[in-house]
């Protein structure tokens, strides 16, 4: 039997996706310059709707964001039952997502419409650690938004060993003894 979502949860954890993508996003001109790389992945997204034509910066942030909110909405709900630890979770997944997409690159050089004005990416290593760190950047900012808007609830209170049994009947402590008055 499988769990709805919490629509709370799942809106939160789309604000923080949006968010990360966001910071994603406005740091690129800087891992430009540090990787040595052109790749950008709101040019890819907007050209890929736009093509050569105007408006594709719009487009791409519009849709960056939107897979960002995706990716967030989806990681709230399967994040607390991963078995790692909380602060490591959003970069986990986002870099094991990239790992499996990055395979896909080779499609993207070759049908996307505006290949010709893209750089290359299949077998760009300067590419794929740029888009690790993204990944990881991308990662850490949502789980870290996302734990702060979802907190985890706190853990319920055990019970001492001395208040029950293994049996389930209860401690033998709690039992009721008579006394013979002599």
Not at 24 to 51: C, H, N, T
Not at 118 to 135: D, E
């Amino acid at each position: 039997m499988s769990q709805r979502p919490d629509r709370t949860r799942t809106l939160r954890g789309a604000a923080a996706g949006a968010a990360a993508a966001a910071v994603w996003a406005i740091q690129q001109p800087l891992d430009k310059a540090v990787f040595g790389s052109d790749y950008d992945d709101v040019e890819l997204l907007g050209r890929m709707v736009a093509g050569d034509g105007g408006g594709w910066l719009r487009l791409g942030a519009a849709l960056h964001l939107a897979n960002g909110a995706i990716f967030g909405a989806l990681y709230a709900n399967i994040a607390p039952g991963l078995p790692v630890p909380s602060r490591l979770r959003g970069p986990a997944v986002a870099l094991l997502e990239h790992l499996a997409s990055w395979q896909l690159t080779g499609f993207s050089d070759r049908f996307h419409p505006a290949r010709e004005r893209l750089p290359a990416l299949r077998g760009n290593r300067a590419a794929f650690w740029q888009a690790a760190w993204r990944h990881a950047l991308f990662g850490l900012v949502l789980g870290e938004l996302e734990r702060r808007l979802n907190p985890e609830p706190p853990d319920s209170p055990t019970p001492a060993a001395t208040d029950f049994s293994s049996n389930g009947h209860g401690s033998l402590e709690h039992t009721v003894t008579v006394h013979e008055t002599p």
